[in-house]
């Protein structure tokens, strides 16, 4: 029996065994197909969710970048507009993404302004995403319409001091880098108008190309078309040079306010839970992209600065960002609605 038993065992190999072959062999087998599904990202379109209206620079800076993903990532990126609380609605349903196929760009606004004027948001700055970008630098213009009796900043502050209350600038809502820029103007300059938030810039440019707003602070890609037609009258830049496309407008920093520097500037993030091999493909195509000739003609066409850089670097410059504005916003008491 004792014979019999040691036969049995030895010709018939025991069903751990049994599993543990079989398991190295799935195991082995495994391993490659996990390697070819991680290479394999993206395997479907990606959603590149904007958390503004069309119309603004954000639009320009978000389809140029997504033209080009397209062309190396292998599948379609496709700008999605959604607009709506200052940003936050898209930000907070982005953040709770799950299928790794959803992008969003991230912005003064959402990023360095919103933590600091809301009491509450649907979304964490510094956790809920993971930088991978920054894609560009956009430099505000000070504009007016072309009734306000003003050719220069000189010339508007001086017209607002001696009318105070009777004029007005929009943004494209609390907290947005127009609105931003323009409290940062009026707490330089010892101003004051009236602020009219809308739900995106280019709501905002429909009152104020019409006469209803005397002014208001654009990004440059989205304002020079405007600017070339006569249909608003730039004043100012806030860039820390004059811009090509300008030759003849002077800085805010030339017009008596030395070291004064305003741009607003745009960034892809994706959910915290995107896989590291994704993000950091990702990054790198991304930063090859907003760089790519096309991209390029593109952006500095409309006096916007074509960055790129990696997602470490961003995420130095989303902190610095952040300790700047923050000064600036309790100062200001900038308030949400």
Known sequence: ?????????????????????????????????????????????????????????????????????????????????????????????????????TLILGHIGTLAVNPFIFDKLPYDANKDFKPVSLL???????????????????????????????????????????????????????????????????????DLLSGRLDAASVGAAAMLPFIKSGKVRCIATGSAKRLPQLPDVATVAEQGFPGFEMTQWYGMLAPANLAPAHLDKLAAETAKAVKAPASLERLNGDAAEAIGGTPAQFAQFIAAEQERWKKVLLRAKVKPD
Do not use: C
Not at 137 to 165: M, Q, R, T, W
Not at 173 to 192: P, Q, R, V, W
């Open 1 to 101: 029996m004792l014979f019999d038993n040691h036969l049995s065992h030895t010709l018939h190999p025991t069903r751990r065994h049994l599993l543990g072959a079989g398991g190295a062999l799935a195991m082995g087998g495994l391993l490659p197909t996990l390697a070819s599904a991680q290479a394999a990202w993206p395997a479907k379109s990606i959603r590149f969710v904007v958390p503004f209206a069309p119309g603004g620079s954000s639009e320009i800076v978000a389809r140029s970048t997504a033209a080009e993903l397209s062309k190396t990532l292998g599948q379609s990126v496709y700008v999605d507009n959604k607009p709506g609380a200052a940003g936050n609605i898209a930000m907070g349903e982005v953040a709770r993404a799950e299928d790794q196929h």
């Open 136 to 206: 560009a630098k956009v430099p505000s213009l000070y504009v007016v319409h072309p009734d306000v009796p003003a050719k220069n900043l000189k010339e508007f502050i001086a017209y607002v001091k001696k009318n105070p209350g009777k004029f007005s600038y929009g943004s494209a809502g609390n907290g947005s880098a127009g609105h931003l820029a323009f409290e940062y103007l009026k707490m330089t300059a010892d101003i004051f108008m009236l602020h009219v938030p809308y739900r995106g810039t280019g709501p905002m440019m429909t």
